[in-house]
Structure formats: C-alpha cells, structure tokens
C-alpha cells in the first residue's frame, strides 16, 4: 500500500514538473513555425523549427508521412487520409509553413506506409505495399511549375516472397545512382520472416531478385522492417527490426553492413536494445553521423511508448541515450508512431510525424501530422 502511494506521488510530481518546465510544441495548432530549442543531443538539437502539416479530428486519418525534398529544394509531405487515399502538402520554406491539401491518387489496395525518394532525373519515386502483402505498388511523381506534382499510373512488382511481402523504409539512393528497396517477407513454409533488399540500376524501371539482408530466428520471429543509410565513406548501413515472442511491439534492433553496394551484408548483429520496437527510419548527420527515429520506452507515467531519438558515430555498433520527440503529459493517451526522417540540407535533418492524442477531459481525439527540424551544430 506504501508503495503504491509513493508511486503515485512520484507519477503527480513528475507530471507537475512537464507542465511547468516542458514547452509544448503541439499546443499551437495554427501553421506557423515555433523556435523554441526542446532538447539537445550530443551536437544534434531538435526545436528550430516544428510546424503542422495537418491537424484534424478525422478518425479515417492513416497518417504514415513520408517527407521528400523535390528537385526545386521544396519539401514535400505525403499522407494517407484514407485506405489508399494519398495527398500532399508542399513547404517552400524548409517546413516552417505548408501549402493547401491536395490529391494525389487513389489505390484502396495500397493501405501500407507510403514511402519517397528523390531519383537522379528529378522524379520522386513513391512506394506503398497492399496490406494483404499480396504485392508492392511503385509511382512516380513529376513536380510542376505552379508547386502541384503530376503522377504516374501505378504499377506493381512481382511478389520476392511466396507467402507475404512488405516494404520497410524509404528507397536508397546510392552514391552510383542506384537503388536499393528494403523489403522483408515471409516464403510458405517458413516460421520466420526475413529482410531482404532490391536493386535497381535504371531509376526504378527494373528490379533485381531480392539480395537477402537477415534471415533467421533473430529475437523470435525473424527480422522485418529496415531501415538503410549510406555513410560518405561508401558503407550501407542497415538497422533491422526483430521482434519477440512478448509481440510485434517488443524486441531489438540488429545491425548489417554492405560495402558492396547491397550486394553482400554482414551477419546481423545487435545493435539496440531498447524493449520496444517500431520501423527504424534513418538519417545521415552533417558530421556523418546516423540519426534514428524509433518507437522507444523512455518512461514518463502513463506513456511509454512514443518516439525518440538517438545518434551515432561509428556506424551503428553504439547509440547515444534515447531522447522522446514529443509529449504532452496533461492529456492522457498520446500515441506517435509512423515517422520519416530526411537530411533535407546541409547540417539539418527534417522529421515528419503522425500523431494521435486522446484528450481525458472533454473526451475528444485530434490527429495531426507534425513536421520538426533537427540541426547539426
């Protein structure tokens, strides 16, 4: 009995303490940017700038953002407001405002995360799975002069895995112009999911047979959702999901490296262990440094599961502290998990959000998708 009322104690004061010290960035709901400097890490600080891109209490909200710098330096933020429903928002000032909603296309078989990457002849390359795992979708996107983008017909790659198949992370670009697709899937028969990558040499036109990253027990149910970054001395670095048995939400983060362009990968090994465990998404710092974006376990009373962030110099081998992006501790359950992380200039490193809160009193839900900047000092 003591202790449940010393804990109770400790989770009152602790709340007291946010409310009084902690600024709220998601308090204004307007489009205007904020400059208040939240948290810093290491020589990475997050606060220079943080903006809504939307802010809605539409439940059919999906979310799953993906962010993108255009061939004309604006940032440009993809959203699902439906199954298969996407649209856009385009910042021509680095994200401390946005522009109008508007369509991009329909597909109700491609409800998974949609992901974007700039392709060396200036088109952004779109990715998105059917939820079904039956198939990958593949669009492009030309930017026009009046700020709109044009898109192409959807097309779909054979399925790598005989059971399911799955993207897992944004395409990578790589120093030579080619691409490498992070997927991972299960074949019939197995017990276990593997991660794998793809590559193409022509801008997405055609892809290779998958080049397998991890395949095994891993934590329990084998390695899934992976995140690349090349680093400026030629190496891949692949961060991989591995669940456990306590469910999808728990397990570690395992490490794999290529210095053959994906061709060839090291044997996984751990790389973080931080309880629970969402889709890594992954940055490269000015200082070559990586930047992670994860689900996390940093505790704060009633919410521990939420995003954070952390960094490292040497290739993903050790991670500096995990530190939450955001949280408002007055309003009870506050849920933040697809994100998309971008180096978006030099020495900044642009992060988009999903984030639903469920307000305790009055009862009410809001759903917003948040846009918030790093800067390497």
Request: aromatic share 10%; proline share 3%; hydrophobic share 40%.
């Amino acid at each position: 009995m003591k202790r449940n009322l010393l804990l109770l104690l400790i989770t009152v004061l602790f709340i007291i303490a946010c409310k009084k010290n902690v600024s709220d960035p998601a308090s204004d709901i307007s489009n205007a940017s904020q400059t208040m400097v939240v948290q810093k890490i290491n020589n990475l600080q997050i606060g220079k700038i943080q903006s809504l891109v939307l802010d809605t209490a539409d439940a059919t909200l999906q979310s799953r953002p993906a962010l993108v710098r255009s061939n004309n330096g604006y940032l440009v933020c993809f959203y699902m407001k439906a199954i298969g429903d996407v649209y856009y928002k385009i910042s021509t000032d680095f994200g401390k405002t946005w522009g109008g909603q508007i369509a991009a296309f329909t597909n109700a078989t491609l409800s998974g995360e949609i992901q974007a990457t700039l392709l060396a002849n200036g088109k952004i390359l779109l990715t998105a799975y059917k939820d079904d795992g039956t198939g990958i979708g593949l669009v492009t996107a030309t930017i026009n002069g009046n700020n709109t983008l044009t898109f192409s017909s959807i097309t779909f790659l054979a399925p790598q895995f005989s059971r399911y198949v799955y993207t897992s992370g944004p395409v990578l670009m790589l120093k030579n112009g080619s691409l490498v697709m992070p997927i991972w899937g299960e074949n019939t028969g197995d017990t276990y999911n593997s991660s794998a990558v793809i590559i193409s040499n022509n801008n997405g036109s055609t892809w290779g047979s998958k080049i397998t990253v991890a395949s095994g027990i891993g934590e329990a149910s084998g390695f899934t959702e992976t995140g690349l970054m090349q680093m400026t001395n030629g190496d891949i670095v692949a961060i991989l999901r591995a669940s456990n048995l306590s469910g999808e939400s728990y397990g570690k983060y395992y490490r794999s490296i290529s210095t053959t362009n994906g061709l060839a990968w090291t044997t996984p090994t751990v790389s973080l262990d931080i309880t629970r465990v969402g889709r890594p998404s992954l940055a490269r710092t000015a200082s070559n440094g990586l930047f992670l974006v994860c689900r996390g376990n940093v505790f704060i009373p009633f919410l521990n599961a939420r995003n954070v962030y952390q960094t490292s110099w040497d290739e993903g081998v050790t991670w500096s502290p995990p530190l939450a992006i955001d949280y408002r501790p007055e309003t009870g359950f506050f849920l933040v998990d697809n994100y998309d992380a971008l180096t978006i200039q030099s020495g900044s490193i642009g992060l988009v959000s999903n984030i639903h809160t469920e307000y305790i009193s009055p009862p009410s839900q809001q759903y917003q998708v948040k846009y918030f900047e790093f800067s390497d000092e």
